[in-house]
């Protein structure tokens, strides 16, 4: 396997792993840290990965300028948004079914 093959799996895995906590986030999360709303979100990173990924079959002008670009956006949601979504509790209050306040588990 070439290293550009393996390291666009890692970019694809960057994009998924960033859409899923994104899609799984609360709505109230994203107005709590200040930024677009969660399905803004969702729908940013999936159109930037699918751009990035139909950039890798076509050669057009500026396309590493553009593919770099979707590379910033997904590394800055994983970067500084996703930190700031942390300090929230995804169940809002922490106690879901018979958990009574001790922890997420």
């Known amino acids: 396997m070439s290293p550009g093959l393996l390291f666009n799996y890692f970019i694809l895995a960057l994009f998924l792993w960033a859409i ?5 986030r609360q709505k ?3 107005d709590w840290a200040g930024t677009m709303g969660k399905w803004q979100w969702v729908l940013l990173l999936i159109a930037a990965g699918a751009f990035r990924a139909g950039l890798l079959t ?4 500026f396309g590493f300028i553009i593919s770099l670009a979707c590379f910033v956006l997904v590394v800055y949601y994983l970067g500084s948004i996703k930190p700031k979504l942390d300090e929230l ?3 809002g209050n922490g106690r879901g079914r018979g958990n009574s306040g001790r ?3």
């Open 20 to 24: 899923i906590d994104a899609a799984t």
């Open 28 to 30: 109230a999360a994203f």
């Open 58 to 61: 076509t050669r057009i002008p």
């Open 89 to 91: 509790p995804r169940r």
């Open 103 to 105: 922890g997420s588990w």
